[in-house]
């Protein structure tokens, strides 16, 4: 069997979860911008994200496919403003060598994006700044910081109960922005990624808006489970 009928098989049809993780960590050494523009589908994309209409907000996802691809789609293909939050705070545990490739990570994103990731220890006004000048901000709603208890509330996805942050909702309603369900898939047989970006969400209530986002999610992910960063139901079962 050849690689490419070998990989078709682990992931099309074994739908093999460790396989896919090599793949990916595989696919973020070669973050860039050139690398989105041929492998990235824009399968959905709201009116209001239609290039010279963009006036900010703030894209929620789950670490699900290539999120960090979702971004230098989001710059290369819309010529969107953007930028996302992540967090150092797991890698004081890791490996040297596990440490080394997720700083080479962040920083091929920091080049892909608009600017420098933000992280979870910075100010939060720089990042409610940031969008409220009519720029994005990509927020995952599945963080698990060890040693730091974040607040989490609980959402009903994939029949079962998970313990997620609201921050996204949070932000993009102090800066009385949109929120914008993101979501990005793998599919083996076109060997593409598909970036699908949600109608944008008015925030009154960031529970309420933060469960449309999950269900605006779900509906897409179903049956493609083993392209989850983490088992979300086993890291997020409980509210700390």
Not at 145 to 172: D, H, M, P, W, Y
Not at 195 to 224: D, H, M, T, W, Y
């Amino acid at each position: 069997m050849d690689f490419y009928l070998y990989q078709f098989y682990q992931l099309f049809f074994k739908k093999n979860a460790s396989y896919y993780t090599k793949y990916l960590r595989n696919e973020l050494t070669r973050l860039t911008r050139v690398f989105a523009r041929e492998n990235v589908s824009i399968i959905e994309l709201p009116d209001s994200l239609q290039k010279g209409t963009a006036n900010g907000g703030v894209f929620a996802f789950l670490h699900f496919g290539n999120f960090f691809l979702s971004g230098a789609a989001l710059c290369e293909k819309l010529g969107l403003e953007y930028t996302a939050i992540a967090s150092r705070v797991n890698m004081q545990f890791m490996t040297e060598e596990e440490h080394a490739f997720w700083e080479m990570v962040h920083a091929n994103a920091s080049t892909c994006y608009s600017r420098k990731l933000f992280f979870t220890s910075d100010y939060p006004k720089s990042m409610i700044d940031w969008v409220k000048v009519g720029k994005y901000l990509g927020v995952a709603m599945d963080v698990d910081e060890q040693g730091k208890r974040n607040k989490r509330t609980s959402f009903e996805f994939l029949g079962k109960t998970v313990f997620l942050q609201t921050s996204a909702a949070r932000i993009a309603k102090i800066a009385r922005k949109p929120l914008i369900p993101m979501t990005i898939i793998f599919c083996p047989i076109r060997r593409r990624h598909e970036l699908f970006l949600g109608n944008p969400i008015e925030v009154n209530s960031v529970v309420n808006a933060s469960c449309q986002v999950l269900k605006s999610i779900e509906e897409i992910i179903k049956g493609r489970e083993y392209q989850f960063f983490h088992d979300i139901h086993q890291t997020f079962q409980s509210a700390h």
